[in-house]
């Protein structure tokens, strides 16, 4: 599965200049509200070691990384919910991610404006959880009407039992939907929107409700050697938040080196006392934060990683490659990329019997190679 995370937060806080340095792309980043207007989509590859050991063992003749999807969301504002700034239309974009990232301003800089004339990170976050909830809020309405009107009109309709208690689910769920969303109690959306999915109730998306994490943008200066740590806006978001969900980054400084080499980059961060780019450390937190790891497909031809969701059967795993692997599944080949690193090749991987055949039930581990027996 190919992850979609949205870059969202309020103008001039370093969404596009970090979207660029993400993806090495090149959009508007300006010092005005609404620079971006359109979506901005761009696909990167997941960093990942392991790629360029395998390619080396089986002297493949090219690597296909797993990837992941950025969309920069135009800034939104208070009052987006009900369309300020073209807030409803930015709000849609939200609703097609798996994970918001909400890039906080962190740094004081009198030439860059601040649509509150004052730097807050907390007080921005609530703005924009303020709005998306308001706009579930519209959404949960009018889904609650729909709801009630199918359980009142149930026995002229002839509704089975099963779907008088599907809709009585679902009207309960959105009684404590509403209440959570009318006391802006975010903690409380999550919560009820995790157990709506659980249930399997697909017809209230939410947006409020999505994994989220914090990317604190911290001056060039607090991000060399690591002292952000002594911010106060960095500190603030992380005492409300938790370490996990919080991100330091320095979008200048990753817009810098990703306009250069490799090598150069390596020369600079070194110098900088900068241990990772800014990119690794997002995709990273973003896989842990969503439960996702990564299989791998090798041979003479390719090295490729597949992203999928933990606790995966392997016959599940098997269609992200291809839907025919997974409706003619009959068995996996299976060894681990530990197995072949200490074995040294795949011959000897099968020597010492490291390789082995797994059925239907087999739960998919990270660093898994699989070969997929079908019949169509």
């Not at 806080?13 to 207007?37: D, E, H, M, Q």
Request: proline share 3%.
């Amino acid at each position: 599965m190919a992850l979609k995370a949205g870059l969202v937060g309020l103008p001039n806080v370093g969404k596009s200049t970090l979207f660029n340095a993400l993806t090495k792309s090149s959009i508007p980043a300006a010092n005005y509200p609404f620079c971006t207007v359109d979506p901005n989509l761009a696909i990167t590859n997941v960093p990942d070691h392991r790629l360029l050991d395998l390619f080396k063992a089986f002297k493949s003749q090219k690597i296909i990384p797993a990837t992941m999807q950025f969309v920069d969301i135009a800034g939104l504002v208070k009052g987006a919910s009900t369309g300020e700034g073209l807030g409803n239309q930015f709000l849609g974009h939200i609703m097609d991610t798996h994970l918001i990232l909400h890039v906080m301003r962190c740094f004081e800089d009198e030439e860059i404006t601040h649509v509150h004339n004052k730097v807050d990170p907390l007080s921005d976050f609530e703005t924009i959880s303020t709005e998306l909830m308001l706009k579930d809020l519209e959404s949960v309405q009018k889904r609650e009407e729909r709801v009630l009107g199918f359980l009142k009109s149930a026995k002229t309709k002839n509704a089975t039992p099963a779907q008088v208690k599907e809709w009585e689910t679902e009207r309960d769920f959105i009684t404590q939907l509403k209440a959570a969303l009318e006391a802006g109690d975010l903690t409380a959306v999550q919560r009820i929107g995790q157990e709506v999915a659980a249930a399997g109730i697909i017809t209230l998306p939410l947006i409020s409700s999505k994994n989220f994490l914090l990317i604190a943008n911290v001056s060039e200066d607090d991000y060399v050697g690591a002292t952000y740590k002594d911010n106060k806006h960095y500190q603030a978001l992380v005492q409300k938040f938790g370490a996990d969900k919080v991100i330091a980054v320095s979008a200048k400084i990753e817009s810098e080196l990703a306009q250069m080499t490799d090598e150069e980059a390596t020369e600079i961060m070194e110098s900088l006392g900068i241990t990772e780019k800014g990119l690794n450390s997002i995709i990273a937190r973003a896989y842990q934060n969503l439960g996702l790891m990564t299989f791998f497909t090798c041979g003479p031809k390719e090295i490729h990683a597949w992203s999928i969701r933990k606790n995966t059967p392997v016959p599940k795993a098997a269609g992200e490659i291809h839907s025919d692997l997974e409706r003619g599944f009959i068995c996996a080949e299976v060894y681990n990329y530990k197995d072949i690193m200490e074995a040294g090749s795949e011959q000897k991987v099968k020597e010492i019997g490291k390789l082995r055949t797994e059925g239907k039930e087999y739960i998919v581990q990270d660093g898994d190679l699989l070969n997929i027996r079908f019949n169509v």
